[in-house]
């Protein structure tokens, strides 16, 4: 089946320094890939997505490339503040037809000190 | 703005007990999702559905009944709640041209 595998359950980081969240997905079927960041005590939010090979998406500061060869999708940013600290979730929804449902990685939660 | 909102917001019950969870989108979406978040297993998903009166059934669905009466209605139930159903519950909305917008979701205390 259909899977996400997020290697770093926690990451703790002082605030200035880059930063690089895991994400490797297995499917059978062409995938789109997505990162939502939930702060505390919100909803999760969509932070970036992709199902372009090799392309590389950006948003609020954070960046990450589909790599289909390695079938990773990597969440970075070059210098991390504090209000980067919150869980980011790495996600996949494969592009068989009719399918609209996302599995979701276990998360990995930031911290981000002074 | 288009919405999705769940209720309630929190919610304590015994072990036994019967539990409803609701959600409704304002979004005109297909879809609707009901996930569970708990701590080193992220969401995952109990039920789904394509539309009024369409249920299938999602990746952690024991345990839990769901029912979509109406295109914004999408309602989770627990006939017999279990301390193993403590848990952050999310509903979500989406359609085949856009991204899920998640509700805040329903803390749910089984005692």
């Known amino acids: 089946g259909d899977s996400v595998t997020q290697t770093e359950g926690l990451v703790t980081l002082t605030k200035g320094l880059p930063v690089m969240l895991n994400c490797t997905y297995q499917?059978?079927?062409?995938?789109?890939l997505f990162w939502y960041v939930q702060h505390l005590n919100e909803a999760p939010k969509l932070l970036l997505k992709?199902?372009?090979?090799?392309k590389r998406t950006e948003h609020q500061g954070f960046y990450a490339t589909l790599h289909k060869s390695s079938s990773s999708f990597h969440l970075q940013k070059s210098s991390v503040q504090l209000s980067d600290s919150a869980l980011y979730f790495c996600?996949?929804?494969?592009?068989?037809?009719?399918?609209?449902?996302?599995?979701f990685g276990a998360g990995t939660k930031l911290t981000i000190k002074p | 703005e288009a919405a999705v909102t769940q209720s309630p917001r929190n919610k304590v019950t015994v072990t036994g007990g019967n539990v409803t969870l609701s959600c409704r989108q304002t979004?005109?979406?297909?879809?609707m999702y009901w996930y569970r978040q708990d701590t080193g297993h992220g969401l995952r998903l109990i039920h789904y559905?394509?539309?009024?009166?369409?249920?299938q059934i999602g990746d952690v669905p024991d345990g839990y009944k769901a029912t979509r009466t109406t295109q914004e209605d999408f309602f989770l139930l627990l006939e017999l709640a279990s301390p193993s159903q403590t848990s952050l519950y999310f509903c979500?909305?989406?359609?085949?041209?856009?991204?899920?917008?998640f509700g805040s979701g329903t803390r749910l205390l089984v005692i």
């Open positions: 979500a909305s989406s359609d085949s041209n856009s991204d899920y917008t």
């Open positions: 996600a996949l929804r494969p592009t068989n037809y009719g399918n609209e449902k996302i599995t």
């Open positions: 992709s199902s372009t090979d090799n």
């Open positions: 979004n005109s979406h297909n879809y």
């Open positions: 499917t059978t079927y062409s995938p789109f």
């Open positions: 559905s394509y539309g009024a009166g369409n249920l």
